[in-house]
């Protein structure tokens, strides 16, 4: 086993990590894979028009690639067609970098903000780093809710304006109840290249916790690969 924790299953399958049911502690399923193939050499000749660019199929198939390359390729477009075919809607993604969150010094909004995932409806997060930087999760109990932070929560109450009663649901309004900070003793659980997880999501009808997790910080400006829906 690659992840030895119990917030993570380890799966062989497509069809076993989409067909698996959270439980207690586990809200985080791995497909470890092994991939071959150069997807650094995909990374190099796709064109990065913005710091978040959407690569398409049509983007994909319109690379010339040696015989490496073009086995990464076909992975990349395996696991779209496999995600697509399940009801999803995966998104090829090469990134240079997100946006940052520096409107306020006393708590950070952004991705690379230990978060969860919130929706209205009953979904999980795919997602697959191919090159670059991976990202990493933790779990519950390895970290605290930003908003009762004493310190953080008092400053978040000046910036409200408006009635006591109302304040959490301020706080859920702009998002600021998704996002944690880890314990001094938190040994975050990076995902890892190649391998396909599952992540739960917050929702109305989820049974566990929601998996917290975080966008890696870029190196030297390298561009990630990273599918996601």
Same mark, same amino acid.
């Given at each position: 086993?690659? *992840?030895?924790?119990?917030?993570?299953?380890?799966?062989?399958?497509?069809?076993?990590?989409?067909?698996t049911?959270?439980?207690?502690?586990?809200?985080?399923? @791995?497909?470890?894979?092994?991939?071959?193939?150069? *997807?650094?050499?995909?990374?190099?000749?796709?064109?990065?028009?913005?710091?978040?660019? #959407?690569v398409?199929r049509?983007?994909?198939?319109?690379?010339?690639? %040696?015989?490496?390359?073009?086995?990464?390729?076909?992975?990349?477009?395996?696991?779209?067609?496999?995600?697509?075919? *399940?009801?999803?809607?995966?998104?090829?993604?090469?990134?240079?970098?997100?946006? !940052?969150?520096?409107?306020?010094?006393?708590? %950070?909004?952004?991705? &690379?903000? &230990?978060?969860?995932d919130? %929706?209205?409806?009953?979904?999980?997060?795919y997602? @697959?780093? &191919? &090159?670059?930087?991976?990202?990493?999760?933790?779990?519950?109990?390895?970290?605290?809710q930003k908003?009762?932070?004493?310190?953080?929560?008092?400053?978040?109450?000046?910036?409200?304006?408006?009635?006591?009663? #109302?304040?959490?649901?301020?706080?859920? #309004?702009?998002? *600021?109840?998704?996002?944690?900070?880890?314990?001094?003793?938190?040994?975050?659980?990076?995902?890892?290249?190649?391998?396909?997880?599952?992540?739960?999501?917050?929702?109305?009808?989820?049974?566990? %916790?929601? @998996?917290?997790h975080?966008?890696?910080?870029?190196?030297?400006?390298?561009? !990630?690969?990273?599918?996601?829906?």
């Amino acid at each position: 086993m690659f *992840f030895d924790h119990k917030q993570v299953l380890e799966v062989s399958s497509f069809s076993t990590l989409v067909s698996t049911q959270f439980q207690k502690e586990n809200n985080a399923i @791995c497909w470890s894979r092994n991939l071959h193939g150069n *997807f650094k050499e995909i990374v190099e000749k796709l064109e990065l028009k913005e710091d978040i660019t #959407e690569v398409s199929r049509e983007d994909l198939m319109g690379l010339s690639l %040696s015989e490496a390359g073009n086995i990464a390729r076909e992975i990349i477009l395996a696991d779209i067609q496999l995600l697509s075919d *399940f009801g999803a809607s995966p998104t090829l993604n090469l990134l240079k970098k997100y946006q !940052r969150d520096e409107e306020f010094d006393f708590i %950070s909004t952004d991705v &690379y903000s &230990y978060h969860v995932d919130r %929706s209205p409806i009953e979904v999980d997060t795919y997602l @697959c780093t &191919y &090159y670059g930087p991976a990202s990493d999760i933790l779990p519950q109990n390895q970290a605290q809710q930003k908003i009762l932070i004493p310190e953080i929560r008092a400053e978040l109450k000046k910036i409200y304006d408006g009635p006591e009663s #109302e304040f959490d649901s301020f706080l859920k #309004e702009f998002f *600021f109840d998704l996002h944690y900070q880890a314990k001094p003793c938190a040994e975050p659980i990076n995902l890892g290249i190649g391998n396909l997880w599952r992540l739960a999501v917050d929702h109305p009808t989820q049974q566990v %916790s929601p @998996c917290i997790h975080r966008a890696p910080t870029e190196m030297n400006a390298e561009c !990630r690969l990273l599918l996601i829906c």
